[in-house]
């Protein structure tokens, strides 16, 4: 069985109760929806295990209803700082802000908020579709008449007729396709997303698409390795190193194809 870290852990978080949480994250969100300056400002931020430095200096901000691309080449740190955003690692140094919430203080307001899609599905295996999309549901203290959007999102990315399906009897494209479902399940108001189109062929990636690609309003981290895309769906890159330094911060449009890819060969 899967451990979905990611919902779970608001549980223990400060020692709230699930619903309170819920109903603080739902004020924060109607709050700070117009009123914040940016979905992510990040200073200074370092992130270590033991005495390997994996991000090194990195900063950067998110406009709310921008996308970001986060390009580079293994081991830069690029899950590592998706990790940071999404609240499931703490900074070893540096100001992390998401949602004008500061981390990892106030990582308890933001998590109900952020869709997280990460290399892990962050699903039951021994659980069918639906009942991993129930349970997410409760997780975050979301009405019971939600099962309706459930539902409409299963129908989005054709997996209904697999919604009483185990999700360990699924091929890792429908898995993807459920792991989806569950990141945009709440309506989030920032969505954090590591290569959010793998296992997915160009049918299942179509179908995902209006759920987390590109669209007015909405905010997004993306890691990718398809440069072009990257660029060409992106309002702004941040480009790291191998090591974790940062390469390129700034607009899309003030990074050529060429030279990012020369980033991932290890040149300036």
């Known amino acids: 069985m899967v451990f979905t870290g990611f919902a779970l852990a608001r549980f223990t978080w400060d020692n709230r109760p699930v619903a309170e949480i819920a109903a603080v994250q739902q004020e924060s969100a109607v709050a700070n929806r117009s009123a914040s300056p940016g979905a992510v400002v990040v200073a200074g931020l370092w992130r270590e295990f033991g005495e390997r430095a994996v991000l090194r200096d ?5 406009p709310g209803g921008a996308t970001l691309a986060i390009l580079g080449p293994n081991g830069a740190g690029k899950t590592t700082l998706l990790r940071v955003l999404a609240t499931l690692l703490r900074p070893t140094s540096g100001t992390v802000s998401v949602l004008d919430c500061e981390l990892p203080r106030q990582a308890w307001r933001a998590r109900g908020r952020i ?3 990460g290399h892990e599905p962050l699903l039951y295996r021994d659980l069918t579709c639906a009942e991993n999309l129930r349970f997410q549901a409760r997780l975050y203290g979301l009405p019971s008449e ?7 999102l299963l129908n989005q990315v054709r997996m209904s007729r697999r919604a009483d399906e185990l999700v360990r ?10 792991a989806v479902c569950r990141a945009v399940l709440h309506e989030p108001e920032l969505l954090l997303l590591d290569e959010p189109r793998s296992h997915l ?3 299942a990636a179509a179908l995902v698409e209006p759920l987390i690609g590109s669209a007015p309003g909405r905010s997004r981290a993306l890691v990718t390795h398809d440069v072009e895309a990257g660029l060409a769906e992106a309002d702004l890159v941040l480009a790291l190193r191998a090591g974790g330094a940062v390469a390129y911060a ?4 003030g990074l050529s194809a060429g030279d990012a890819r020369a980033i991932y060969g290890g040149r300036p």
């Open 58 to 62: 990195v900063s950067f901000e998110l």
């Open 250 to 253: 700034g607009a899309a449009d």
């Open 146 to 152: 939600d099962e309706e959007r459930i539902d409409s």
């Open 201 to 203: 062929d160009p049918e």
């Open 115 to 117: 869709g997280y899609l």
């Open 169 to 178: 009897n699924l091929s890792a494209g429908m898995v993807q396709r459920v």
